[in-house]
């Protein structure tokens, strides 16, 4: 176990700022870390595949390679599958279930593919464990393994998160279409809030919803483990020591860093929906980050700046603002509920799909091949239909009171610059579950709202 190779999956234009992240946990050479398409492969150890679930903020599972084999039909899986030695990670006790994802397989039913490795896992434990055999559990299941097929290539993994690592453990109260934590994470990397030596600048959500975006970067600002409010898959295998753990988790608590009680909070956020803020502020306090965040109800195109920027250098405002679409995966706009829709053989994926785009459902798929697709319920608009009206009105407001503060905002429109009116200086492209995105950054520049009249004549 001195010697495993991990990938952890994230979203899709993530790769760059995960490698980062992974370096900084486990302060490998950067030579252990390979960025791949979806996620970033690292060759450590088994104590490392313990520390990146409990510290990454943008990495979706953390998962082991087992097997990597040549295939051409479903027995050539299973004989793959039968080779793994299942029995040092795991007991006929555990319960299981097999996922599998597929990138141009000549297969033609990932469900008969699915079945064929989990009949290999429950032969070979009949075989070593004198005919006991783990059971199959759908729903939470106590191992879970993945198998991503290619052209010709079968790829077997055994997961070492369990629940998806978004599920920190301390949002119950969520909208809509509620952001999932990673991808708050990687919004709050790209924009280098963090990165500066110097004091934070103020960080405003005026259209915070449920909170995640302010509550993910409270908990970093605080030096919080993303995973410390919640349990682990690894935590019932057989390499697991308890002890070591119990190690892990203290020095991660011990290096937390609370602000002085006295000390004015630097993170807002305000929503239109008094119901949102509500549910902000509870989880806020479930992630113990309560009094470093300030919520407030009001309308994003009425809210004046929560504090005066002038002496920090500047303010950031982050956010992920409503629209009035809901998309397919294929990226087509539709309304209403996307149906359960089936992962062909031929269709592409990552090595771990997790595109399901509703905050409730794992991706994936499960033992029938289908991909769990839920709704991305939008937040509606009151305004256009395509949100042009209110974000017209948005960067009105902005440079009329909001200078000296730098916007950042992820959106799939991609034209939003020109309905705003605005230039961007920086874009910067991301996946928000099927939805390609990019995330916008917009200065704030004094005058900028003013019209300039000509200068009079001599």
């Known amino acids: 176990m001195n010697q495993l190779q991990l990938f952890l999956p994230c979203a899709a ?31 450590t150890g088994f104590a490392h595949a313990m520390l990146l679930n409990l510290y990454s903020r943008l990495a979706q599972r953390v998962l082991v390679l087992l097997s990597y084999t040549e295939y051409r039909s479903e027995q050539d899986l299973y004989r793959a599958a039968s080779e793994v030695t299942w029995e040092r990670w795991f007991t006929p006790r555990e319960s299981i279930k097999v996922e599998i994802t597929a990138q ?24 070593v464990a004198n005919g006991v055999r783990p059971d199959v559990n759908t729903q939470w299941p106590d191992v879970r393994i993945y198998a991503h097929l290619t052209t010709d290539s079968c790829s077997l993994y055994i997961d070492t998160s369990g629940e998806p690592l978004f599920k920190r453990g301390w949002r119950v109260d969520k909208g809509d279409a509620p952001l999932k934590e990673t991808l708050a994470a990687a919004m709050i990397a790209a924009s280098g809030w963090l990165d500066g030596e110097g004091d934070l600048q103020p960080l405003y959500d005026p259209c915070c919803g449920s909170g995640t975006i302010l509550i993910e970067a409270a908990q970093m600002a605080c030096n919080m483990p993303a995973g410390g409010q919640r349990r682990f898959a690894f935590e019932k295998y057989l390499p697991f020591r308890k002890a070591d753990w119990d190690a892990m988790k203290q020095e991660a608590a011990d290096a937390v860093v609370m602000p002085d009680a006295d000390q004015k909070p630097l993170l ?8 949102m803020v509500d549910f902000a502020q509870r989880n806020a306090e479930r992630a113990g980050v ?28 982050l956010l992920n603002p409503p629209y009035g679409e ?44 289908d991909v769990q697709q839920g709704r991305f319920g939008a937040r509606e608009l009151p305004q256009t239909e395509n949100g042009g009206e209110f974000f017209s009105q948005l960067a009105t ?42 995330l916008f950054r917009f200065d704030m520049v004094a005058g900028s709202a003013r019209e300039r009249s000509p200068k009079p004549a001599a």
């Open 268 to 275: 807002f956020g305000s929503d239109v929906a008094h119901r």
């Open 104 to 127: 141009h397989s000549p297969l033609n039913s990932l469900n008969f593919a699915a079945l064929k490795i989990k009949d290999a896992v429950c032969d070979r434990f009949r075989t």
């Open 326 to 369: 809901r998309i397919e995966v294929a990226g087509v706009a539709r309304s209403g509920r996307m149906e359960r829709a089936p992962l062909h053989a031929k269709q592409a994926s990552s090595p771990y799909n997790d595109r399901a785009d509703s905050y409730e459902d794992d991706s994936g798929t499960d033992e029938g091949g």
């Open 397 to 438: 407001h902005w440079k009329k009171n909001y200078s000296g503060w730098t916007a950042w905002m992820l959106t799939p429109d991609l034209k939003l610059p020109s309905k705003m009116r605005l230039k961007e200086s920086r874009r910067v492209p991301m996946w928000n579950g099927p939805i390609e995105c990019r």
């Open 290 to 317: 309560a009094q470093v965040i300030e919520f407030r109800g009001g309308d994003a195109l009425q809210r004046m700046p929560p504090m005066d920027v002038s002496q920090t250098g500047g303010g950031v405002m």
């Open 13 to 43: 234009g993530v790769e760059d700022y995960l490698a980062t992240e992974v370096l900084r946990i486990t302060e490998l050479p950067p030579g252990c870390i390979t960025k791949q398409r979806g996620g970033v492969a690292v060759r």
